[in-house]
């Protein structure tokens, strides 16, 4: 395998494997606040034993997103040297910050997962909300670093090297905000639907499950609500692609031809050679309205990038799709829920609707991975964006290969324990928790 | 000053993650010495620090590519493959630490968490002690021909082998005068105090071993010390503290002796920061070695890396006293 080819894999499975336990970090210590505090406030016991069942969870997942986050911390610079040589003081700012955020995250954890019986309840309600904005937080960080790397900014690029650098500007890019937005709902929607996915399917098995139904309620509310909300911090997400970013965007639209008006091309596979895409379905004028708000408007398409520096149009084009159709998808399960809901109307106790939430299971995840996969393989050749090469900034080491089988085995491996050590938690749920085992009419 | 302030926080958060993580790897080493299992004391005495404990080393990390860039992408170019072993160490410490103590359901499976939380917990502290091993010594050479030459022999050669068994006997020996406060059993805190004496040996014999394998290597450790007098002297200190923290193992003083085995510590930290100082990365042929100062990152750059700093600074230690105060309480009564 070509060292380019490995590194940009290895990278691809680093941070594919840690951005899952990065979502879960982010959105279940929300989730468990909510159980606990209507534990505090109703006294039921449910409530309590949910937040401690989930907590079980969090602590294996926490520690393995901590590992592969530490690994990725070295990974930028034993694939990318040349890249972290040069950026690390631009871009590092933000990481610097999320330093802090890692440190209060992992001590208000620490208060959270064994300070049970330590801790009075308010106080130990606090800690939960603390590991979760923290937790936001250090999102937020590294999204903006991120960021960067698709808009770059703070700094003057002369021959080769980065003068008048202001890591301020760096952080503050373009691309900031609308990615942290986006992606922060992201996590609460791959994690909402996780759970809810999760416990609709147990539900399956006994639809009266007071545990299971609580669970599934609060998840699905907040899924839902961020379901809802993720299309609109999508569409705001493209614009400012389209703005800064044409090749990429053109990729994800499998624009050939710059057109105007342009029309929204759906599915269908791109043909890079003859330049076209087969078994689509195109809708006029709407690509215009999506990318720069007017019907009419000139959209530019892969004609206008130098061949060189088209991004993988296939994987691109593909990524986004799959992304945005789970997306719709979800957003059309959460408006279904809160529109029964408004009618009081109890759909989690119908067979059909549990069977929908449960397939939903692992569409969030699959719409994060895609919504990387289009943000990374978009933005190439670039590795920042219009400066920097990412065959530029390869480490010379020959042999990358080797790192990338490693790497991808172990965490192929720990994928399976975490999946059976899941498993086990579940099984022995109702062994544990005496309310996973109470049912209600 | 910019750059003495972030080299004051890199020092700092290098003690810290030996003082706090390099005893909880120790703690996995202790169990081939006491030869048995005190699972259960390690979990209760770590498990709520365990994270905190390892985010020093990511502050490291992030500290070294923002504010001295080309020290973090030359260590990260040229010592990538002892890199990578240490971070499978990491991955497997921390992820069977955790799911040992997680798992629902306690069977066959916690045999081979035993097997691999034991094995891993030698792997990190070895090839950390490699890394620093192999930036001392000067064989980074980024004109070498052929691939041994560049990506191996950095690192694969007696003097840094010896400072990765030097790492890994100070993390054990750590390990065994914490857990001495630990334990309410009085065969097992016998069973520390007499490996923490052991230990405390091993390390005198080991660190000597440095002093003959740098001589070996062409490197005039001895002469370098010679010449730093501060460092020399924080050597004699800690040599002078040995028969003190004897006595305070052998009384089991739980707070003596940790002090005390802290102290021994971070004075060897201090001897070889003081002796490498402002030099990081000795390179091999005719390269200038980095120094904290040729490789600064520049001025706006550091200065936010101060701010982040300090205010981080601010907010964790507060909290992190905190943390430790509510599930540490009870051990330093007993002391
Ligand atoms: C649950 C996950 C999820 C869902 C339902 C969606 N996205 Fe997304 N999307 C992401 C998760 C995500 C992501 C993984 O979080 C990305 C990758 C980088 C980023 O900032 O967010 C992303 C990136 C991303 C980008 C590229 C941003 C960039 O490169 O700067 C665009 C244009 C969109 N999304 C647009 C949409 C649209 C129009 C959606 C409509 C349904 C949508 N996304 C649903
Ligand atoms: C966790 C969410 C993320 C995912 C799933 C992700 C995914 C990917 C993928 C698929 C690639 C390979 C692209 C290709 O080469 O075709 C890649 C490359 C890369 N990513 Fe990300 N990324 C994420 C976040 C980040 C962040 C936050 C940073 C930096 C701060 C980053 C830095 C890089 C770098 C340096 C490369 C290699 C160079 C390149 O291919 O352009 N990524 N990532
Ligand atoms: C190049 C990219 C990245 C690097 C270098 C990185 C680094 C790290 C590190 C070192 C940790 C461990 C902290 C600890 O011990 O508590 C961590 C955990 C975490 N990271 Fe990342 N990360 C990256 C990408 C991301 C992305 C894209 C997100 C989210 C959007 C993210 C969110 C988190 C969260 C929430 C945690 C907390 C731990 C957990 O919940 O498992 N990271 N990351």
């Given amino acids: 395998m070509e060292d380019l080819l490995a590194a940009r894999l290895q990278m691809a499975v680093s941070l594919g494997f ?23 406030k109703t006294g039921q016991q449910v409530y309590q034993d949910l937040a401690k069942a989930w907590s079980k969870g969090v602590a294996i997942f926490f520690a393995t997103g901590a590992v592969s986050g530490t690994v990725l911390s070295f990974e930028l610079g034993m694939l990318w040297p040349t890249f972290m040589e ?32 330590k801790l009075r309840p308010w106080v130990h309600w606090w800690t939960g909300i603390v590991v979760g904005v923290s937790g936001v937080a250090s999102g937020i960080f590294v999204v903006a670093a991120n960021a960067w790397m698709n808009s770059p900014a703070g700094f003057d690029w002369v021959n080769g090297q980065a003068i008048n650098i202001d890591p301020v500007a760096a952080m503050f890019n373009d691309a900031w905000f609308s990615q942290a937005l986006h992606m922060t709902l992201a996590a609460f929607v791959a994690t909402g639907f996780a759970v809810a996915g999760l416990h609709a399917l147990l539900l399956l098995k006994n639809r009266k499950n007071l545990f299971h139904r609580k669970a599934l309620k609060i998840a699905l509310v907040v899924g839902g609500l961020a379901a809802i909300l993720q299309p609109i911090s999508g569409d705001y997400a493209a614009k400012g692609v389209a703005e800064r970013q044409p090749a990429k965007l053109a990729a994800m639209e499998a624009l050939f031809e710059t057109s105007q008006p342009a029309s929204l091309t759906i599915g269908g596979i791109p043909d890079v050679e003859n330049r076209e895409v087969d078994y689509d379905i195109e809708i006029p004028y709407l690509l215009s309205f999506l990318a720069h708000g ?23 084009h593909i990524a986004f799709q799959i992304m945005v159709g789970a997306g719709l998808l979800m957003m059309g399960v959460g408006g279904l829920y809160f529109y029964f809901l408004w009618r009081k109307k109890e759909t989690i106790r119908k067979r059909w609707f549990l069977w929908l939430v449960g397939a939903c299971m692992p569409l969030g995840f699959i719409a994060v991975e895609a919504g990387w996969t289009v943000t990374e393989v978009g933005r190439q050749p670039w590795i920042i964006y219009g400066i920097m090469k990412t065959k530029d900034a390869l480490s010379p080491m020959p042999g990358l290969q080797y790192s990338f089988y490693m790497i991808t085995g172990l965490y192929l491996l720990l994928s399976a324990i975490v999946v059976w050590l899941m498993y086990r938690q579940i099984i022995t ?5 005496a309310s996973a085992n109470t049912t209600e009419d | 000053m910019l750059t003495n302030i972030v080299i004051f926080f890199l020092a700092l958060s290098i003690v810290f ?13 202790l169990e081939y010495i006491t030869g048995r299992r005190h699972r259960q004391v ?33 260590m990260s170019l040229y010592l990538h493959i002892p890199l990578l072993l240490m971070l499978v160490g990491i991955i497997f410490r921390g992820t069977a630490f955790t799911f040992m103590h997680y798992d629902a359901i306690k069977d066959q499976s916690s045999r081979v968490y035993d097997a691999v939380f034991k094995i891993s917990s030698i792997i990190t502290p070895l090839f950390l002690g490699m890394i620093v091993g192999a930036a001392m010594l000067g064989r980074i050479n980024p004109e070498a021909e052929s691939f041994s030459e560049a990506f191996i022999s950095p690192w694969l050669n007696l003097f840094s082998l010896s400072v990765g068994l030097f790492c890994l006997v100070l993390f054990t020996f750590l390990a065994a005068v914490y857990m001495i406060g630990e334990t309410d059993e009085e065969p097992e805190r016998k069973a520390f105090i007499r490996a923490g004496k052991q230990l405390n040996m091993a390390a005198v014999v080991v660190g000597g071993g440095v002093f003959i394998a740098a001589e070996w290597n062409g490197l005039p450790l001895l002469a370098l010390f010679g010449e730093s007098p501060v460092s020399l002297g924080s050597l ?63 001025p706006a750059t550091m200065l936010q890396l101060v701010i982040a700093l300090i205010v981080g600074a601010a907010i964790i230690l507060p909290f992190l006293y905190y943390l430790m105060k509510t599930f540490k309480a009870g051990q330093f009564k007993q002391g």
């Fill in chain 1, 18 to 40: 840690h951005i899952i336990f990065a979502c879960i970090g982010i959105a279940m210590p929300f989730l468990m606040a909510i159980a606990e505090y209507r534990w505090i």
């Fill in chain 1, 86 to 117: 040069h950026a690390g003081p631009i871009f590092g700012m933000p990481f610097s910050w999320e330093g802090t955020a890692f440190f209060v995250e992992a001590i208000a954890l620490g208060l959270f997962l064994y300070g049970w019986d």
């Fill in chain 1, 294 to 316: 007017d019907f009419n408007a000139k959209v530019t398409g892969l004609d206008q990038i130098p061949r060189k520096d088209w991004p993988p149009v296939l994987i691109t």
């Fill in chain 1, 429 to 433: 749920l109702s062994g544990r928790y």
């Fill in chain 2, 17 to 29: 993650y030996v003082l706090f993580a390099g005893a909880d790897f120790g703690a996995g080493v």
């Fill in chain 2, 42 to 74: 390690v979990a209760d005495a770590i498990g709520p620090v365990w994270e905190a404990n390892h985010v020093w080393l990511v502050l490291v990390v992030v500290i070294l590519f923002m504010g001295f860039p080309s020290i973090y992408s030359a």
């Fill in chain 2, 236 to 298: 004699v200190v800690t040599t002078l503290l040995l028969p003190v923290l004897w006595i305070s193992l052998q009384h089991s003083w739980v707070l003596w002796s940790r002090l005390l085995a802290g102290a021994q510590v971070v004075l060897i930290l201090f001897a070889w920061f003081w002796v490498q100082h402002p030099v990081v990365i000795n390179m091999g042929a005719s390269d200038p070695p980095l120094t904290v100062y040729s490789a600064a990152a520049p």
